[in-house]
């Protein structure tokens, strides 16, 4: 195998891992949402437990190791836990109020500004080789997950074409409005 051949096999390995993980997270993040029409606590809470843990573990080893500037990565990386203790200070038995709303764009700008960051982050610490990748490369890899998003949102939004209630009640579910019911 020449080295050219080897370079072109060590850039797939090296995006096969990525793309599978993201796939996977954007596929049921976007599912649902276009199912349900609400982007589930878990995929949150996951995006806060991982920034979190970041932040704890540069505490621990006492070094700065995030990439980047690093206060605008501290400021980024705290803006999920921020997020949660507004979520736990307001009462959730006033619902509908002003605050509410605020709690509710925090969140969505949370997820926007984070997000992306979080991503990074984590291939900078399990797979740092992607991070030098060719540009094209790395858009491709942005281009299929999103791909892949697209879509699920979309036979989210439609998932009476490919299944019915009882596939969601087996799942464990609950059951989005525009399923299908088939009687046995």
């Known amino acids: 195998m020449n080295t050219e051949q080897e370079i072109s096999k060590s850039k797939i390995t090296t995006l096969v891992g990525p793309i599978l993980g993201l796939v996977y997270y954007a596929w049921d993040l976007s599912f649902n949402l276009g199912a349900f029409g609400v982007i589930f606590l878990g995929h949150i809470l996951?995006?806060?437990?991982?920034?979190?843990?970041i932040l704890l573990i540069t505490i621990v080893v006492q070094k700065n190791i995030l990439p980047g500037q690093k206060s605008w990565g501290y400021f980024i990386l705290s803006l999920p836990t921020i997020w949660l203790i507004l979520k736990i200070i307001d009462d959730p038995s006033e619902i509908g109020q002003i605050q509410d709303v605020w709690i509710h764009i925090v969140g969505i700008l949370v997820l926007t500004i984070s997000l992306p960051y979080v991503v990074y982050v984590f291939f900078h610490f399990t797979n740092p080789q992607i991070l030098l990748l060719k540009r094209r490369l790395i858009i491709g890899l942005v281009g299929i997950v999103l791909f892949v998003a697209l879509i699920g949102y979309t036979l989210g939004q439609n998932n009476y074409l490919i299944m019915t209630c009882q596939n969601f009640i087996v799942s464990g579910q609950d059951t989005p409005q525009n399923c299908i019911n088939v009687k046995k």
């Open 46 to 53: 996951s995006i806060w437990l991982f920034s979190l843990s």
